[in-house]
Each structure stands twice: as structure tokens, then as C-alpha cells.
């Protein structure tokens, strides 16, 4: 077996890419950007590719410059990868043309981030990458960080092999920034498995005084289009060798990769079509339906382009009746997004007839897909007349597109899985100390490890949230964790806000709240809604005051390390002074070269935070805790009241989710616009808040 | 009726767009640079909109800066309107979703272009326009130049009413550079159809430090989806919108156009969907094939997104089981090229069972679609087993996806249709004196007129190619003429380098040689071929020396006046003394504030033009001329030798159009690889050619 490290999505992808890159010309761009800094980190320490050479990291003034760039130090004869994203990938278009048509072997790694429309969002799906579907690219989907490094190398392999440049994508955030415990590729393994005559072919082509030729010509109408039409049998020929590098690969590691993946039941009746992180949410929820009785499947393409309808037909069971097609993207006056077309496209080409197809989006600008969205679409197929299209994870008032979703739909994470969240403050730490923490429980345990890292896209001062999720068994769960074991909220602020975080803890699991208050201060701040969860639902509720601690030990504003450790004890990973040993070698790894001073501040927050917290005895009382009324008047223009009560509310108290489409209906919303702030607030007790300032 | 004018389609967008339009942001790109030409010369010359006011004009740095300033124009509060094509389109992708998104009124007029792929190429085909169907911008096809009069209102009005920006597109040269005849927009009856209530509720809600409201913002995964969801609403009222303006266009100018108009019998068996200048060809061929028992017809999408799937099964006749698509695009690796997917797509939605849809790519770079491609695709059709896929207009001898085509198919131009072909030089005047016949015939006479202009990418110095038309009916013919009335080689090298020109003369047809020779030098020019064609089909052989006469009534090098004249007559277009004196009146408004030295010495080219041709006798023995053994040996690398034979010959004897896909299917030249031209050339009885240069 390949040796087991901890990382995430784009570090699978750097890994990979470095392999078989001998330049990089790269442009920062989000979620991507970590991709071209490991290549570039790398590059500086010397590290080696599969060439036995150290690849040359080339930075642009722009994605357009990075892709003129792989463009001629292609034609050059060197292999080269680029590391993009969203409005980043656009700029790539017009060079993704000429790089395509001239068959040059290049990787495009993607994590796959929304382009911006009515609104700007950093955050993850596919609107980029189906911008680029027409470009002549080869496309690779892959759903998870394993498969990231899996299949990036069967990317870069059939590339050169099959002389096309592949886009290779996956979910931004969701993948791109998800830790887990993979199994990571040698070299040598990769070096194995490459046509190193295809690369000599490719270099004896490149651009050269001594045996010049012409290329990137003019063509007139005379001739361009039979020149267009010469590279038929070169892309029939490309899925060929991707099949052929699947084969290789799960030759090596016992994987079943497929152009298109089956998985569900063999005699299934409803089956979901989907590329990203989606599939794995889907994969459990079949293990949780087709151990109930019922058979439900799903059909995952992983070369997206060229796009074989054979292969797709092949892959849905004969027994299938009805096929929802999802698309994490909106082409608004299409007659369906991308993926449903070529389905239907498929359908039609090979004879093939379902009953029924359907089109659901999901998951757009990184919209959270938890399993009762998919439940929802298995239960909405099994109707008489499904809905055509429809969307899951938000409630569509207006249009009446969406499904109903049942929160309390079963738990479909892997046996035995612990999960984990914590509130924390962009810059505080919460976010480094959790990282730490999963390495810790990665590396000195036989457990699973996930971690995902929620956040405001101003990260620096906005709200985080860590999502942690480790356990004996795999761990699929792409999608936010809300019946957690341990949940903590690091900063005090939270709770007064009235932010719903206990809510997120499993009946009798433990709920951490750093904060420098009494028994009567907490009573003050909490809202009752959370007062009565935590009585009826028997939390274990914990304080820790890490803020005077931190202080006391000298850590100043840092209390984090004081916070993990308290973590560590309650949440009872490991054995309690293993894990102080590993968070100590950590810190002292960490800080050593700062002094053996600050290293051992940081033992004495570890041991303080170990046993710091205090149980509350939750009062019987607040089983009937009832909120005091709140008078909160605005004052303004009546539209400008609406939008804060109706829009900028719920988003300040991180309530957004909750916002249905007709918040964004009206005209002048649904175009992206926003009344502005300019009111005043009054709570009957607090000052008057002075004009243009808002409290939430 | 409205006043009938001659002009090119970029003339009659410009036409319309100016109507509408406060500020235009502009980039010059071939072929949309005329539009945006026009706009800045009628607004340096103070010329109104429909506002009252002059547009203002502003160039940007490239089509990225033109597509931002749109954007912010826009929401500023002014009608914003750009023209581009192509890699120009392509860079104005990022900002189309934005501008889409926001619902802003814009139009973007684009001549629709290749996008550079193995080769440049500067002519036309829906590779560009295709490449930002996912941008959620409306979508609107013209076929021909008054289409593009008549729809482009609609395009603007649309917009401002529905309010969403539309990319209004015909095809690059074909359209964009054919002068026809046609009816003009008047300003005030655009301005009786404009929405003024709409763009009042635009300009108030524009960006103003009044009423600030907040757009562009940032969204995150927690509302981003809902917001993007509050537009479907918004996009399924759009085509009623359009629907209205088209009925209103309709009520005007007794035109019958809908979001998809059908034409053919009633009853047909087998249809074509097309969108764009091939539509014309393809309603000659109708006419044709029903007038001679058979039952065709055409589909032709006019509101090409939002797709309409019910309107578009509404067009095609019950009585329809079999379907081919035409894309004038090509996505390698696609399920299939987009207008065929969404074909598929509607049939699929609307539950329409049509027996057999099939795809076809033509016209890819300006490859010229004549009617023998139509008839192809029909008979293709009537077979019991049609191609599911297939190529017209070219010989596909590697993937064999091409329709075998016959030359000698029925002639479906216009009853009466005079076709005039002209062979110059680029800048040797041709093209503008051909320009100025076509307007002289245009504007004094009753008859319907068509010119094309055909050349080179190098324009000056390469071959030109005119394409005049004009008739007593009305003229669709959207394609090369190739069985003319009339035949003039303006430039003796192509006599000598071989080009087929002659074969293009009907039988009984004129062919006017510019040359300084007499009849033996002239037997010794022309090749075997050329004679024997002129033999057996009695074409009216005349020269003329224009080179000489030019020099003598002080011309100089420009023989295009005289060329000019000699056409007048010989093709007897109008009486001989109406010619000449419009003639003359033209060149004296072109040439009167040079002086009138310049002027006379026009008129007295045109009066020599008038009857310097000589009728050659032609000798009997031409009927049976036959080649002299040419020996040209080719020395240097047997590849070099290969290309300058397979490929480069044909082209530098304008026969690129012969060359089938296999001259250019080897892997090393499918990827737009030439070899270079370095090898020395032997022809007995010549001096040898020094190496590095080539006859061709």
C-alpha cells in the first residue's frame, strides 16, 4: 500500500502534477492557488520530477499571460501545467482553443469555483469549468481528495500518451480544501507507468531553428475546415487511453476506475447521474436506501470530454426507469444545463430509452449538499410524475423548483464516525490548531480524518468553522457536519449574537464555550432556544475562560493552543497525555527557531487548556426558558428596513441558509442590488446606535 | 414602404444600434470593425439617436476593457451597445455574466467568427457566439442582411423591455460584408416601438450618489444559490417579450417573424434546423425540391436563448420524421455540437418522437455552403439509413463523415439573376469599383442587387474574388457564384499561373481577360483546360488592355475605372450612356476635391473602358487543346516536397477548396504543423529558382 498522509485536495493535485511538470506558468486565483504554491515551494527546495529535473515555476501578470505562457513553452517542447479557477479559467479560453487544436500534452488543474454573476463567490462549482467544454479540452471529474490523487496522474498520463490537453477538475473548497487521510503515489510508480516515447515524440516536434516548421498559421476558407475536421480520429482515439491508464492504475492499487462508475444496486430502478463531491454524499445515502429495501444507483462520469455515449449507456443498469441528471451549474434561457443535455444527448444517440429524466441543480457558490438533499431526489423520483427539473438545498418560493428536504433524514455517515465543529474568528487560530489536531489524530492513530474549514470569503475577522470527522472506518461525508459530538464556540461574541451553534450537537454530546462568564453571566447571554436544546437534549455544557488563561501564560491574545488541548481532553480522541505529548512535539517543532521560550509558553497553555474547562450544571429551568420580548426598532426608509430585517439579519446571525428564493425576488434584488444600510437602530436599555453604524 | 438603400449587414446593424444606443465601447476586430466604424463616424458627425442625442463613442484598450466599460456604462444608467467577433468576443466573457446577471439592456452586435483553433482564420462561422451560450445572455440569429434590419429592433427593444442583455449575431462576411438592396429602418418608427417607460425605470435605477444602493457584492455559500435561483422568473418572461416585438416588426412591415419560423411544404417528410446565412441556401433548395414533387422544409431558430423547447416542436409539421441539424461549429469531444443538443434536448422535454435527428457540421472558417450541400443533406435524408453524422461542403476521405455533393445540381438562384464574377488583386481597385457598380445599379434601377467580396486574410496583395448579383426578383444566394453570366480576370498573372477561372462562365458567357497580349501570346498563356472549355462552350472571349490604356490617359497603375466601364458594357446591365454618366457622376463625388485633373482623367477612363475590349476569335483548334508535358522537378526533403505538392500548390492556385481532409489528417499536420518550403524548384527551359524561393 502507498505510505498514508493527511492533506487535501490541491496539495493531491500538486503532488501529482509535480510529477510529470517541467514548467509551470501559474497566476493566484481561489480556491486554485494553494496548487501553484506547493509547486512552487517544492520548486524552490530543489525537489525532483519524474524527469529527474526541478520544474520551472513561471508567474504571470494574469491567468490569460499563464495560459500564452503554457501555450509556447508547450510549443517549446516542455510539459507544462498551469493551476486556475472561475474567472481565472475564462481568461484561459482563447489559448484553450489553440492549445487543444494543437494537440499539445497539458494539464489544467481546476478546483472548480463559480463564476460571478449577480454576485461575486469564491466558493465552489462547476459554472468555470462547463465555460470550457466546448474548447476541444479533454475533461477529468473527480469526487474526492483520494481520487484527486488517483486521477490527476491518469490526467497527465493520457495526456501525453494521447497528445490533448486535459482539464482536470474538482470541487473547489469542498475538495480543493478538504483534509483526508490518502494514500499518497510514488514517483517511481508514476515514472513506471509513463510513455516516455510519447514525451520524446512530443520534445522531437517542439519548435526548433534546426528543423523548423510552420505552425499557428492562417487559413483561409479553402482549407480550414478539412483541416478542422483531421483530428476526428485523434479524440475518437483519446478515451481509448484513458481507459488503457484507469486500467494501469487500478492494476497498482486494486481501484476500479472507469470512464463512467456504476454504484448502487445492480437491478436499480432510480439512478442519479453527478460529477464531484456530490457523488460521495450520494454513495451513502444508496448504502443507507439499498440496505432498506430499496435500489436506487449512480452513474459518475470521470472523462467528461470527450464525452463517449456508449460508455455512459453502458454504465446505467438495464432495470433503470428513471435518471436525475445534476448539474452544479445554471445556464440561465438554456435548454438545460450541460450535463443533462449530453445525457439526454447519450440517451438519444444510442437507442437508449428511460422513462423518465429529470435535471436537479445543486450546490452553487459551494450551497451546502447534505444527504436529505439527496434523499430528497430519490424520494422525488419514486413519484408517478416527478418534478422535470428542480433544485435541492435551498427552498425555491417562487418558481417552486426546489424539493422538500427533511432535516432529520437518517445519519448516513460512516459507522462509528466523531464529528466535530468549532465557531471560531477568522485570524484567531481555531482554524491552524484544528489542522494540527488532524494531523495529530492522522498520523499517530489508525483513524480516518476529515477536515474542512468553513469560511467568510474576508477570512481574516469573519466567522469559521471547522468541520472535523474522524473514525475507524472511510470517511465519504462531503458536506457540513450538523449532529456533531463536540461542538465549541470560541468566541463568546457568538452567543450573545444569538448564532445558532448548540442547536449542532447530538443529544448528549458537548457543547464548549470559551468565555470569561459565571453560571449567571452565561444564563444572561444565552438565548432561550439554546437554553431549552441544551435541557432537553441532556448536552454536556463546558466553559473555559482561555482568555484570561492565555494572558496568564503568556500567550497574550493566542488562545488557541489552550482550546485544542481543552478539545483533545473532552472530546477524548486518544489517550489524554499522548495527546498532550503530540500537541508539545508539535509546538516545539512549530516555535523552536522562535526561541525555547514561546516553546514552552505553549506547553503551559497545553497543560492549562487540558484541564481548564468547567461542567455547568445546567439549570432545570431552562427546559422552560422563554425569550424576553425584544423591541428592536429600525428606523429608515421602509425598503431599507425591509432588506435588514428580511436579508441582512439572518445573514449577520450566519442564518442565511435559512433565506428562501423570494428574499431575492423582487426586481431590483433579484438583479444582485441591495438597498443600502441607512438606518438607525434602538434597543430599548442600550444607547441609541449612532447613524450608520448597525448592530445585527 | 422603407426606403430601400444597398449595404452590408454591419452597415444595417450599425444602422439600428445607433438608434438605440448612448454609448458604444468598442475594440476593432475583423469582421465586426465596420459597425462600430459607422457608429463613430455618424457620431463625429453629429448624427441623433433616438433620444435626441449623439452617441459617445469611447475605445478601449482591448475587447476585455470595451466589454468592462459595457458593463459600467450600463450601470451608470446609459444604453450601451459594442461590436465585436471572435477571440474579441471571447474576452468579454467574464463581464457578459455579469452584465447578464444584473439584467442590464445591453446588445452586443457580432459578426459572428472562427475562433482561432490549428489555424487563424478571420472568417465566418458560430464558434465565437457558441462559446458564450452558458453566459445567460439572450441570443439572436439573422439570416441574411435585411434580417438583420429588421431584427436587430427587436433585439434592442427586447432588451430594454425584458431587461437582459442579448448577443445579436449573424454571420462573419457572409453577412456582415454582402450588400444587398434592402428596406431601411426609419428612426421614428423605432422610436414608436421603444419601451421609454422601461428605460426610465433603467436610468433610475442606475448606479447615483441620490440613492445609493449596494451591487457587485460578494455572496457566500449561505445565500448565493437562492439569489441566483430569484432570475428564472425573469428569464421565462423573455421571450414573450421578444414575441412582442417581433409581432409588432410583423404589423409594420407585413414580415411574418417568429422565435422560430418554419418554411417548406406543409407536409414535409424531412426538415432541416439551421441558423444563420445557410437558411437562405437552404430555402432556394426548397423551393426547388417542392416545386419538383418532394416535401422539405427548414426550422430556423431566430431567439436562439432563452430556448424555447415548445415553440421550437411547434414549428416542425406533424407530418416530419426525419431531422438534421446543422451547427456551424465544431466542439471535438462534445456529445454533439450545441443547436443539435438542444434539438434533442426540446424533442426530449416536449416527449416529440421524430423517427431519425441527425447532426451535421458545415461552413466551418467561411467554407462556402453552395446549394449542392442542401441537396446532399436532403438526399442523405430520403435514405433509409442517414448518416447520424455528417460533414457538407467538403470531401471527407479519413473519417468519411462527408456527403457526397454534386456540382451540376440544379442552378436555384433567383429566375433572371445576372452573376458577374471579378478576379483582382487586393488594392488594385477592383473590389471598389465593383462596390460602386453595385451601387449604381442599385440605386437606379428597379433591380435587386447582391455583391460579396471574397479574399485573402492579407487583403492588399492577395487574390480578391467579387460576387455580383442583381435581378429583377429578389436575391438570397448566400454563396459563391460559380455559374456566372460573366467572367473578368483582372489580373493577367492568374491567366499564367493556371488558376481556374473560365470554368466558372456559363456557356454562351462572357470572359473579359485584362492582358497586354495578343492572340498568340494569349494561346501561349492560357493553359489547355481553359481553351478547351472556351471551345466546347461557347464563351464570349474578350481582352483588353487596360495596363497600357491606363498609363495613357494618365491612370497610371489604376485600371479599375476602365475594367469598370468595359463591364457596363459587355454586360449590358443598363444602356451604355446611363452607365457611363452615373459612372462619371460618381467619380466626380469622389474625386472633386482632389481637383478636376483627377476627375477628368476618371472620365476619360471611363469612355476609353467603354469600348477597349477586343473580341478574340476563338480558334477551332482550342476544342482539342491539350497540355504541353510540364516537368517540374522538386528538389529537397521528400516531406517538404510532399506538402508543397499535396497542399501548397493547390492553394497558390486558389484549388485549396479541393484538397480533402486527408492532405491535412497526418498526426504531424492535423495539429496545424506545415513543413517549411525550403527546396529548390526545376522547370525545363526556366532559370532555375534560387533556393528559399518558390513558383507556386
Chains 1, 2 share one sequence.
Not at 510519447?198 to 483541416?227: T, V, Y
Not at 446505467?316 to 435548454?335: F, H, N, Q, W, Y
Not at 481532553?569 to 489524554?576: D, E, I, K, S
Not at 441582512?648 to 442565511?656: A, Q
Amino acid at each position: 500500500m502507498r505510505e498514508l498522509k493527511s492533506m487535501d485536495g490541491n496539495n493531491a493535485a500538486a503532488h501529482v502534477s509535480y510529477a510529470f511538470t517541467e514548467v509551470a506558468a501559474i497566476y493566484p486565483i481561489t480556491p486554485s492557488s494553494p496548487m501553484a504554491d506547493y509547486v512552487d515551494q517544492w520548486s524552490a527546495q530543489g525537489r525532483k520530477n519524474i524527469f529527474g529535473t526541478t520544474v520551472k515555476v513561471a508567474e504571470l501578470e494574469s491567468e490569460a499571460g499563464a495560459a500564452g505562457a503554457v501555450h509556447g513553452s508547450l510549443t517549446a517542447g516542455a510539459l507544462t501545467t498551469t493551476y486556475t479557477a472561475s474567472q481565472g479559467l475564462l481568461l484561459m479560453i482563447p489559448n484553450m482553443y489553440k492549445i487543444a487544436a494543437e494537440q499539445l500534452p497539458s494539464v489544467f488543474h481546476v478546483s472548480a469555483r463559480t463564476v460571478s454573476t449577480h454576485a461575486l463567490n469564491i466558493f465552489g462549482d462547476h459554472s468555470d469549468v462547463m465555460a470550457c467544454r466546448q474548447t476541444g479540452f479533454a475533461m477529468m471529474a473527480e469526487t474526492n481528495v483520494q481520487e484527486v490523487m488517483d486521477l490527476s496522474a491518469v490526467a497527465h498520463l493520457a495526456a501525453i500518451k494521447g497528445g490533448l490537453p486535459v482539464l482536470n477538475f474538482f470541487d473547489g473548497f469542498r475538495t480543493s480544501h478538504e483534509v483526508q487521510k490518502i494514500q499518497v503515489w510514488d514517483y517511481e510508480d508514476l515514472a513506471e507507468m509513463c510513455d516516455f516515447d510519447a514525451i520524446k515524440a512530443f520534445r522531437d516536434h517542439a519548435l526548433n531553428p534546426e528543423h523548423p516548421a510552420m505552425r499557428g498559421s492562417h487559413e483561409n476558407g479553402d482549407i480550414f475546415f478539412q483541416h478542422r475536421e483531421a483530428c476526428n480520429s485523434h479524440y475518437d482515439a483519446f478515451p481509448a487511453v484513458v481507459e488503457e491508464y484507469m486500467d494501469k492504475v487500478n492494476a497498482k492499487l486494486g481501484t476500479d476506475y472507469k470512464l463512467f462508475n456504476y454504484y448502487g444496486a445492480p437491478d436499480a430502478d432510480r439512478v442519479i447521474v453527478a460529477m464531484g463531491s456530490i457523488c460521495d454524499v450520494i454513495e451513502e445515502v444508496i448504502d443507507y436506501l439499498n440496505a432498506h429495501g430499496e435500489k436506487v444507483g449512480l452513474v459518475k462520469p470521470r472523462l467528461y470530454r470527450p464525452w463517449v455515449s456508449a460508455r455512459f449507456c453502458e454504465a446505467i443498469p438495464a432495470s433503470c426507469t428513471k435518471l436525475a441528471v445534476l448539474d452544479r451549474t445554471k445556464e440561465p434561457g438554456s435548454a438545460g444545463e450541460p450535463l443533462f443535455q449530453d445525457v439526454i444527448t447519450a440517451l438519444a444517440q444510442e437507442g437508449r430509452s428511460i422513462g423518465t429524466v429529470t435535471r436537479g441543480r445543486y450546490g452553487l457558490g459551494s450551497k451546502d449538499t447534505p444527504p436529505s438533499s439527496v434523499f430528497a431526489i430519490y424520494a422525488e423520483l419514486a413519484k408517478d410524475e416527478p418534478k422535470r427539473e428542480f433544485t435541492i438545498g435551498i427552498v425555491d418560493d417562487v418558481t417552486n423548483l426546489s424539493l422538500p428536504e427533511d432535516e432529520n433524514c437518517p445519519n448516513t455517515a460512516a459507522e462509528g464516525t466523531i464529528e466535530c465543529k468549532f465557531w471560531g474568528l477568522g485570524g484567531d487560530g481555531t482554524v491552524g490548531a484544528n489542522k494540527n489536531s488532524i494531523k495529530i489524530i492522522g498520523d499517530h492513530t489508525d483513524k480516518y480524518v476529515q477536515a474542512y474549514f468553513q469560511y467568510d470569503s474576508k477570512k481574516t475577522g469573519g466567522v469559521t468553522v471547522s468541520h472535523l470527522r474522524f473514525g475507524d472506518n472511510p470517511i465519504k461525508s462531503p458536506y457540513y457536519i450538523n449532529k456533531a459530538d463536540f461542538v465549541a464556540c470560541h468566541n463568546p461574541s457568538y452567543i450573545t449574537k444569538g448564532f445558532k451553534i448548540v442547536q449542532d450537537v447530538k443529544p448528549g454530546g458537548v457543547f464548549l464555550i470559551n468565555c470569561q462568564w459565571n453560571l449567571e453571566e452565561l444564563e444572561h447571554h444565552l438565548d432561550a432556544a439554546s437554553k431549552r436544546y441544551i435541557a432537553e437534549n441532556n448536552i454536556q455544557l463546558y466553559t473555559i475562560n482561555a482568555i484570561d488563561l492565555a494572558i496568564k501564560v503568556g500567550m497574550g491574545k493566542r488562545t488557541n493552543t489552550i482550546l485544542q488541548s481543552a478539545f483533545f481532553t473532552l472530546a477524548n480522541v486518544m489517550p489524554a497525555e499522548d495527546a498532550v505529548k503530540y500537541m508539545k512535539d508539535a509546538a516545539e517543532h512549530s516555535y523552536a527557531k522562535k526561541g525555547m521560550d514561546v516553546v514552552e509558553k505553549n506547553w503551559n497553555a497545553i497543560d492549562a487548556g487540558a484541564t481548564a474547562f468547567v461542567k455547568v450544571d445546567v439549570p432545570a429551568s431552562w427546559a422552560s426558558a422563554e425569550a424576553a420580548p425584544v423591541d428592536v426598532a429600525l428606523e429608515g426608509p421602509a425598503a431599507t428596513v425591509a432588506v435588514v430585517k428580511k436579508i441582512l439579519n439572518p445573514i449577520g446571525k450566519m442564518d442565511g441558509y435559512s433565506l428562501p428564493v423570494s428574499a431575492f425576488a423582487e426586481p431590483h434584488r433579484q438583479d444582485g442590488r441591495l438597498q443600502p444600510a441607512r438606518l438607525r437602530l434602538r434597543r430599548p436599555g442600550r444607547r441609541p446606535v449612532p447613524p450608520g453604524r448597525l448592530r445585527l
